[in-house]
Structures are given as C-alpha cells and as structure tokens.
C-alpha cells in the first residue's frame, strides 16, 4: 500500500487521435501501444465509442453543410452562426456512430483518415479551426467551443461527485479490469493521501492495509477483480480524464469550489481553475 496526492495534468497533443488513445489507455491501464493506429482500430471494432469524444475539432463550413446539419440535429453536434461564418464543434464519435457526417469526415485532418478506410474523400465543404482562431471567437461562443482535457489523479469519491456533471466527457480507470496485485501495479494498492491524514494516521494505515490484504486474498482464492473490488477503499487512486468546454468547466468551478464542495474535490478544481487564470483560458 502506498500514498500519493492527488493531482492534475492538461492534456495537449498534436494529434486528435491521441487524445482518444491516452483515455482509452487510461481506462484499462495499459501501457502505450507503440502502434497507435492499429488500437484506435481496434477501439472501433469493439465500438467503445465514448473514448471518442476526447478528440475533438471546431470547423468552419459552408453554409449549405450548416444548414444540412441543423436539419440532422444530432446531440453531438454543436452549431454556430458568428458575424457571416458557419461553425460546427464536434468530436470523432458521430463521425464513427453514424452514416450522416461524410462531409465533416471530409474535413478531418488527414492523419485521421484511416479511421474510415470504407469513406470516399471529397472535396471539403470547410477546414478545421486553429487554436488560435478559436481563441479569438467572441467570448459567448468561444466558452462553447474552446475544449480543454485534463488527466487527474483523485479518489473513487470525487470521482463520482465529478461524473454528475452531464455536459462532458470521462474515461476512468477501471476497477473491473485492473489487477493491483499485478506487477504493474506495484503488488499494491495505491491510496490518494487523506486532508486529515495526520490527525487520524494509525486509524487510516490500519484500514487500508485491511482492504489491501481482503483484496488480495479474494484474489488469491480466484475471485475476479470485478468482484474483488467491492473491498477496496473510497480513497483507492482512480486516475481519470476529463474534456469538456471552457462554459462547463466555469460551472464546475462555481460548484466544486464552493464553501460547501467537498475538500477533496476543492483542491483538485481550485488548482484546475488557477491554471486556467494562468493560461487565459477564463475571460
């Protein structure tokens, strides 16, 4: 058993498709596939389409695409209208879900491209934002569009407080699939540090070396960690990702932050938003 902090990471990659491997990845804690194109595929395959929506683009395109997609009206599809120019924000997975987005698959990046070895490319009715110009949107839009992913390192508790906010994407590592009595994990469990850990230490060491050697045991007489987990402690380390807007981040921030949040999830959100402060990302 050993203790660590809880913490946080931005995500920023060049590649979309990366953004979906790394919360695949983090799911299952796996290690890094050397062949990313060939585990995005695979993620296809099994249609574990919400890692998906970790990748994610701003597009300006012809009116007439626009006017298609209002017609469309999928969820996972935002639209805009900004001073004469036509903007949609979406992610991978409507583009993998259904057979509606062939002009948006058009748009993609060409690192994208073999995600959709069945589409024929044609002429894009439109091009993909930079960071850049997204950031220069008028506020009210860009507070939709501007998506940001971060990695936290929590507890199972905030975990669940997090995931009740709707309007955002998750991928957490999982209790089902990961074996902490496996090498890779150390041979332990590992436990996000209590506020109070001084205050309460013997208390605390003596309780989660007990869910340590239950777990274990259960293992060692053949039970499943799907099965085995109903041991662990709320504290157990569950690291996930998060990606969502800038406008949805303000509301977690208002919520999480708050003399009445919890204090576990206060410090990871009061960190988050002062790194945002820092990056300009808040207006």
Same mark, same amino acid.
Do not use: W
């Given at each position: 058993m *050993? ?5 946080f990471t931005?995500?920023?990659?060049? $590649?979309? /498709? ?9 799911c ?20 574990h ?7 994610r ?35 991978? *997975? ?28 044609? $002429? ?7 960071e850049?110009e997204i950031?220069?949107?008028?506020? +009210? ?7 940001? /992913? ?6 199972r508790?905030? /975990? ?5 906010? *709707? ?7 999982s /209790? ?34 007990? +869910? ?16 085995? *987990? ?14 969502? +807007?800038?406008?949805?981040?303000e ?11 919890h ?21």
């Amino acid at each position: 058993m *050993r203790y660590i902090d809880a913490s946080f990471t931005e995500i920023r990659e060049e $590649k979309k /498709t990366t953004y979906v491997a790394l919360a695949a990845h983090n799911c299952y804690q796996v290690l890094k596939n050397d062949n990313e194109n060939d585990f995005i595929l695979r993620l296809e395959g099994f249609k574990h389409y919400a890692v998906f929506e970790h990748g994610r683009f701003v597009a300006s395109v012809s009116k007439e695409l626009y006017f298609e997609l209002v017609k469309i009206n999928d969820k996972f599809i935002d639209l805009f209208e900004c001073g004469g120019e036509y903007l949609v924000s979406f992610s991978y *997975r409507p583009l993998l879900e259904k057979n509606s987005f062939g002009k948006l698959i058009d748009i993609l990046p060409s690192y994208s491209h073999y995600m959709f070895p069945n589409h024929e490319f044609n $002429k894009p009715q439109g091009r993909i934002l930079s960071e850049e110009e997204i950031s220069a949107l008028p506020n +009210s839009i860009y507070k939709k569009v501007k998506y940001v /992913t971060i990695k936290i390192d929590t507890d199972r508790g905030v /975990t669940h407080e997090l995931v009740r906010h *709707r309007v955002a994407s998750y991928a957490q590592e999982s /209790t089902r699939y990961c074996n902490y009595a496996k090498d890779k994990f150390g041979n332990e469990i590992t436990i996000i540090k209590p506020l109070d850990y001084e205050q309460f230490k013997e208390t605390y060491d003596a309780s989660f070396k007990a +869910s340590e050697e239950a777990y274990f045991k259960m293992l060692e007489l053949g039970s499943k960690p799907e099965m085995a *987990r109903a041991v662990l402690p709320t504290k157990l380390k569950a690291t996930i990702y998060l990606t969502c +807007s800038i406008e949805e981040y303000e509301h977690i921030f208002e919520l999480r932050t708050s003399p009445r949040a919890h204090p576990d999830i206060a410090v990871i959100f009061n960190a988050v938003k002062e790194q945002f402060e820092k990056e300009g990302y808040l207006r």
